[in-house]
């Protein structure tokens, strides 16, 4: 076509995609490094079913099919664009085996034509979706039409360069136009084309030609500067996403040596994050599927995981030159302000944004490209709380209980126990051997309604015949309201006292009623030296229930909505177990929520949220509390009771039942459920 009109838009085009990738590199390793080349098998395979297979898109039907079919078009397409970039040099460049009289080439032109035509009707969904359906998750503005306009445009070119070259052939052959099978949408570009002159026609033919080969260039350097960076970056962020199990936050190492050397605790400045965690910024769609299931935004509180994301995505590259310009070292912004790049909070990240987040993982689980965002959030709580000691004053309450008396509301250790007034509950002190480890909690020890929780699990074991045994009085709270308050140094005090005394122990086995005590205890505790089997009372009474050794009897006739725990679910995907324990009990109906399994909502209690008062809702947001919203969704199924395994869920389940003036519908645990149906319980 024209060898040096070609050779000057590849190159002038690639050294300009080659200079901002560059930029970005240097941003995205100024930070700490992290290790993220480990189980190459692993990380394959989730590649492939997150990244090429698009498992996490398939929950929006018309969204994801047009996504899925606009990614395979692209991947296909690709060795078109090749194909037609050689034929600036060579007219008759092929890549040496897709000529269309070879075989191969007879495959990949019918694909490349289907899939031009799949793609364009891809554009056509999204065009619908940012033009007339206009859904607010979705970032306003024209970046997003002009990208679906050169998406459209490159395919149509595309069809019509086959189309003016299959009239072409034919004229100079002295043919009619004719179908061609192995150009099928060429050939219809063909018939449109049939009739105009062969100006006109070459005219057609180098639009077609130089339209495609151009735009792809185009497309190429809108990358680095548009949320479309992910077409560059989602593949390597599914890649490099965490292999840790979902409730374990990074441990902070050295923890005491770092306050005794005065640096810098939790994430403080952008300069700080890990090259992965800038890569989560360069990465996001801007889809806004995680705000949309933040039950914090839902209820009108200001944080938005996307805006969030954005807005230190922004800052980054509003302060590139500092940052990179000093090689890391931060220099004055230039905005005049105190000498130095801004602290994250709050002069990028209101304080609000952050306590607003009950760390549920709905935003996580949501996410298509993997992006974390809990990480973060503790990570800036945690400078607040251990380095300028700025926290919702309601949480020194909680910080000083677990401190002093080993659980969040101060009541004397020596009360820990007291819930088995009537039992016989064996002490882990008089039965060091036992095989079952009861790990009460601290809500199910002290709070009223939460401890018939721990009577019915205990006559549950007991008639199970289960060998158990309790801490009592040397049980600790796990801290996990204090690590994810971001209060670290708090929690690593109580891990490494509650992992001296279960090694003292070594237990064979763990159970737990409460959520959170199992996630801190499973996922978290190894890294002090604590690992054991740990089992939520959800799949150990399922699995009882299935041996025989729990028979229920009662019936129970009833209607029961179930809720999901955020950390039994989500965290563990522990959505069966609770569900078959309930099936199990005769007469009992289980209703599930629309909102259910890994999107059934928060009750509001996690990320601490359950010891202070929730964050007031942004200007013009109605400010509904979490657990009310949660306890609406519930109510709709219209259940007689609801049923959870969660002695925080009950609690916020509780209080959003006597909200909506709801008291007659009772909110029970699935083990105080399964006593009523195994046996008598004990008053």
């Not at 989602?234 to 890649?239: L, Q, S, T």
């Amino acid at each position: 076509m024209n060898p040096v009109l070609m050779t000057v838009l590849l190159t002038g085009a690639w050294g300009l995609f080659g200079w901002q990738i560059l930029r970005r590199w240097r941003l995205m390793t100024l930070g700490p490094n992290e290790n993220r080349f480990d189980q190459i098998g692993e990380r394959v395979k989730r590649t492939w079913q997150y990244a090429f297979a698009q498992k996490r898109m398939r929950r929006y039907w018309w969204a994801g099919i047009a996504h899925q079919v606009i990614f395979t078009g692209f991947v296909v397409l690709l060795l078109r664009t090749l194909v037609l970039w050689g034929r600036g040099y060579s007219e008759g460049f092929d890549l040496w085996v897709l000529g269309i009289d070879q075989p191969l080439g007879k495959i990949y032109s019918v694909l490349k034509d289907i899939f031009a035509v799949l793609v364009i009707a891809g554009t056509l969904v999204f065009f619908y979706y940012r033009l007339v359906a206009k859904p607010a998750r979705l970032s306003k503005g024209f970046e997003g039409i002009l990208i679906l306009i050169i998406i459209a445009v490159m395919m149509l070119a595309d069809i019509t360069y086959d189309g003016a070259n299959i009239v072409r052939h034919a004229r100079a052959e002295g043919a009619a136009v004719e179908f061609q099978p192995v150009e099928p949408a060429g050939s219809v570009a063909a018939f449109a084309l049939s009739g105009t002159g062969d100006n006109a026609l070459n005219i057609f033919r180098h639009i077609g030609f130089w339209t495609h080969g151009t735009l792809v260039l185009l497309f190429l350097n809108l990358l680095p500067i548009s949320k479309h960076f992910h077409v560059v970056t989602g593949i390597p962020n599914v890649y490099f996403q965490s292999l840790a199990p979902r409730g374990r936050l990074p441990n902070v190492p050295d923890i005491e040596g770092m306050l005794e050397r005065e640096e810098t605790l939790g994430l403080k400045r952008i300069e700080q994050l890990p090259w992965k965690a800038v890569m989560d910024l360069y990465t996001c769609t801007e889809c806004g599927r995680c705000t949309d299931q933040c039950p914090a935004n839902i209820t009108g509180k200001l944080l938005s995981p996307k805006q969030l994301t954005l807005d230190l995505r922004d800052y980054l590259y509003k302060n590139e030159k500092s940052l990179v310009g000093t090689k890391g070292k931060a220099q004055p912004d230039t905005n005049g302000g105190n000498g130095s790049l801004a602290d994250l909070v709050p002069d990028v990240i209101k304080p609000e944004v952050l306590w607003a987040c009950t760390t549920c993982g709905a935003c996580e689980t949501e996410c298509p490209v993997f992006i974390t965002y809990v990480d973060k959030i503790v990570d800036m709580r945690r400078n607040l709380v251990m380095e300028k000691s700025e926290f919702p004053a309601e949480l020194q309450n909680a910080f000083r209980g677990m401190e002093t008396n080993s659980n969040p509301w101060s009541f004397p250790a020596s009360d820990r126990a007291a819930w088995t007034e009537g039992l016989d509950v064996p002490r882990m002190a008089e039965k060091p051997d036992t095989d079952v480890l009861f790990w009460v909690g601290c809500s199910a020890s002290f709070d009223d309604r939460a401890r018939r929780i721990a009577r019915a699990m205990a006559q549950l074991l007991t008639t199970a015949g289960v060998n158990y045994a309790i801490l009592a009085e040397e049980e600790c709270c796990t801290g996990d309201p204090a690590r994810r308050a971001g209060n670290e140094f708090l929690f690593q005090m109580m891990a490494q006292t509650n992992a001296e005394i279960l090694n003292n122990y070594k237990p064979k086995t763990i159970v737990t009623t409460c959520p959170h005590c199992f996630n801190t205890l499973a996922n978290e505790y190894p890294d002090f030296g604590a690992k054991f089997k740990v089992v939520h009372h959800s799949e150990f009474l399922s699995q009882l229930v299935a041996q025989g050794k729990l028979k229920p009897k009662n019936r129970i006739d009833a209607k029961v909505a179930y809720h999901d725990s955020c950390y039994l679910g989500r965290y563990n995907e522990i959505y069966e177990p609770p569900r078959q324990t309930l099936r199990a009990i005769p007469g009992l109906t289980v209703l599930e929520p629309a909102a259910t399994r890994d999107r059934g909502m928060c009750c509001g209690a996690g990320g601490a949220q359950m010891f202070k008062e929730e964050e007031h809702a942004r200007e013009g947001a109605t400010g509904e509390r979490v657990n009310e919203k949660r306890t609406d969704q519930l109510l709709e199924t219209n259940p007689d009771m609801v049923a959870s395994s969660c002695p925080f869920c009950q609690r916020m389940l509780i209080d959003g039942l006597a909200g909506r003036g709801r008291e007659s519908v009772k909110e029970l645990d699935i083990a105080e459920l399964l006593w009523q149906s195994v046996g008598d319980p004990v008053a």
